[in-house]
């Protein structure tokens, strides 16, 4: 065994030591050594990949597509994802220039940052938002520069409020709708002014659509590059993990003009390579016959936001009704705990996790966020346990 020396902290990265861990696992860690838990926390489905897609990845293995593929990505993936953009939003890209395959959507962004920033390059990110935003800006050499969105407009964001915030090192725009972890979308009417924003101030936008085929109530997902003018300044992320229940598969995209896809695959290369050929081969199918699946989670998804919602309302923890993605965001403020306590509490007591909205930006605090991605029955039992929580330990 090595022996343990004190200064091994002092020889990180100073970057990655200033850089806080997830505050989404910090829960669930303690969560994972108590019985009895019900976990409204981590944002996956819980849904088994719909069984085509499984089987045409078996196929693929029996025939031996075990090799490397193109950095890009299988030329008939980028065609197909071409093919679907084309059709569903209007948007139309080269899949030989404007489009590479990456290992999730979360490699993507990391992608996006490290070919755009240039060291103390800004990047206005409206919060709440996912965890990861901030953290991939900073490890770029970027300066995340948070912009809060408000409950009162159901935290979609202004170009109002991002002029307050924009300077002349401000750079990047990222912008991610359907929200993760409130649920709130953009209308298209609410991007066209975000769009005359960006052009104004010359910005490039970091547009992560992971949730764009979860939208609900007559919504339907706008894509930001399909806006006049915004396509060529736009990197648009997306991916197979949510709307397919593909999280363990890693598989997702960037599209955007082929100067910015060409320096992204430049770092793709030296880092992945290529995104697995496997997952390739079931993202394929996915699009190719995976909409009825898709349509089928999509409903279950839509009965359990009416539940959960219809549940914090009518206990008192006020919340806007989410139009999109597969989380709720309450406003714990009547209570009297903060948000870490909140969600401190309810574990111990009630065998609860959810994510303190902390975890999502300092906005968040008065929040929790909850995702409906798992059955009715443990969303049920889980309302009951934090209403018997509220009735006992409110301050």
């Known amino acids: 065994m090595l022996e343990s020396r004190s200064d091994w902290h002092d020889r990180l990265s100073p970057t990655v030591n200033a850089i806080a861990p997830s505050g989404i696992r910090k829960f669930f860690d303690i969560a994972a050594q108590m019985e009895d838990v019900i976990s409204l926390g981590v944002g996956e489905p819980d ?41 569903r939003y209007d948007v139309h890209y080269d899949a030989g220039t404007d489009i590479l395959v990456t290992v999730g959507v979360s490699e993507a962004m990391d992608l996006a940052m490290r070919a755009l920033l240039h060291p103390g390059d800004e990047v206005l990110i409206p919060e709440p938002c996912y965890v990861s935003y901030a953290a991939c800006t900073t490890l770029a050499g970027g300066v995340p520069v948070p912009v809060p969105a408000k409950l009162e407009h159901e935290f979609r964001i202004t170009a109002a409020e991002l002029e307050e915030h924009v300077t002349p090192k401000t750079k990047v725009l990222l912008i991610g709708y359907p929200n993760n972890p409130t649920g709130a979308i953009m209308t298209r009417k609410d991007l066209e002014e975000i769009a005359d924003f960006a052009e104004k101030y010359d910005l490039i936008v970091i ?34 993990s949510k709307a397919y229940a593909m999280t363990g598969w890693r598989i997702g995209y960037a599209m955007g003009n082929p100067t910015i896809i060409a320096a992204m695959t430049k770092i793709h290369q030296y880092t992945m390579l290529c995104a697995p050929v496997t997952a390739q081969c079931g993202a394929i ?5 995976g909409e009825k699946a898709r349509k089928k989670m999509l409903a279950e998804y839509d009965r359990r936001r009416r539940l959960i919602y219809d549940g914090f309302m009518k206990m008192g923890l006020n919340c806007f009704e989410p139009k999109g993605a597969f989380y709720i965001f309450p406003d714990i403020t009547s209570t009297g705990y903060t948000s870490d306590e909140f969600a401190e509490e309810l574990l111990q007591a009630e065998h609860v996790a959810l994510v303190p909205g902390t975890a999502f930006g300092a906005c968040g605090e008065g929040h929790v966020r909850c995702s409906y991605a798992t059955s009715i029955d443990k969303i049920a039992e889980a309302l009951a346990r934090i209403e018997n929580f509220l009735r006992h330990h409110r301050k």
């Open 285 to 289: 199918e996915a699009l190719r016959h």
């Open 47 to 87: 849904f088994v990949t719909p069984w085509p897609i499984r089987e045409a990845c078996i196929y693929g293995l029996e025939q031996g597509y075990t090799s490397y593929t193109a950095n890009r990505g299988l030329m008939e993936l980028r065609q197909e994802i071409a093919k679907m953009y084309a059709t």
């Open 207 to 240: 547009s992560d659509a992971i949730y764009g085929a979860l939208t609900y109530g007559g919504e339907e997902h706008a894509c930001f590059a399909s806006l006049p003018r915004m396509q060529e300044r736009t990197v648009l992320l997306n991916g197979f």
